[in-house]
């Protein structure tokens, strides 16, 4: 059974950092491709940053030089570091992993990140 299990949202003040972990079990986590998006109130999910099983990555302009994903193999786990976070970033953030040849796409619950002064 797969699982995705995120860790490590919570309140921030505006400029200050999170980060985020997900935990991966039940399928062969260096295969796939891995992404972290949200949902903010009102707004639809996006993609926040990706990271392929080659390691390549791509991420929204909205956070590009604030937020870094990286993945580690050996612990199936998925990060995403939040630095510089504005209260635009306040959203429930969710992981997912999908098969490089489409077809099987998993997600996480979910973990608010709420920032505010």
């Known amino acids: 059974q797969v699982q995705l299990v995120e860790s490590g949202g919570g309140l921030v003040q505006p400029g200050g950092s999170l980060r985020l972990s997900c935990a991966a079990s039940?399928?062969?986590?260096?295969?796939?491709?891995m992404g972290w998006y949200r949902r903010a109130p009102g707004k639809q999910r996006e993609l926040v940053a990706a990271i392929s099983n080659g390691d390549r990555t791509n991420s929204a302009e909205s956070v590009k030089g604030r937020f870094t994903i990286s993945r580690d193999n050996a612990k199936n786990t998925v990060n995403l570091q939040m630095n510089s976070l504005k209260p635009e970033d306040t959203a429930v953030y969710y992981c997912?992993?999908?098969?490089?040849?489409?077809?099987?796409?998993?997600w996480g619950e979910g973990t608010l990140v709420t920032v505010s002064s």
């Open positions: 039940g399928y062969i986590f260096s295969f796939y491709n």
């Open positions: 997912n992993a999908r098969h490089p040849g489409g077809g099987q796409d998993y």
